[in-house]
């Protein structure tokens, strides 16, 4: 994955709802040996698919873009927190 990526992992799996319809879902887990803590956990319902394989690859390639999303956003937060704990003079 991306820079920062490498400490997460998305799994990406279907769920049957009905004829041709599966909820794609995905769980985003911290990277890491033994159990791997989850993080977050998403759907995306009502999706048409062919086959389980393409809802999962579907639910996977969401669950990427969620964490590059969440990944972005925290470390805009650390920035901000970090630019509030200098000083003025170092600002720019």
Do not use: N
Request: contains cysteine.
């Amino acid at each position: 994955m991306e820079g920062g990526m490498d400490y997460l992992v998305v799994h990406g799996f279907a769920v049957r709802e009905g004829r041709g319809k599966w909820a794609c879902c995905f769980e985003i887990r911290l990277a890491g040996a033994g159990e791997q803590p989850l993080l977050y956990r998403g759907e995306l319902h009502g999706r048409r698919f062919d086959c389980e394989h393409a809802a999962a690859q579907a639910a996977r390639e969401a669950g990427q873009r969620e964490a590059v999303l969440r990944v972005e956003s925290l470390r805009a937060l650390i920035l901000a927190q970090h630019r509030l704990r200098l000083p003025a003079a170092t600002l720019p």
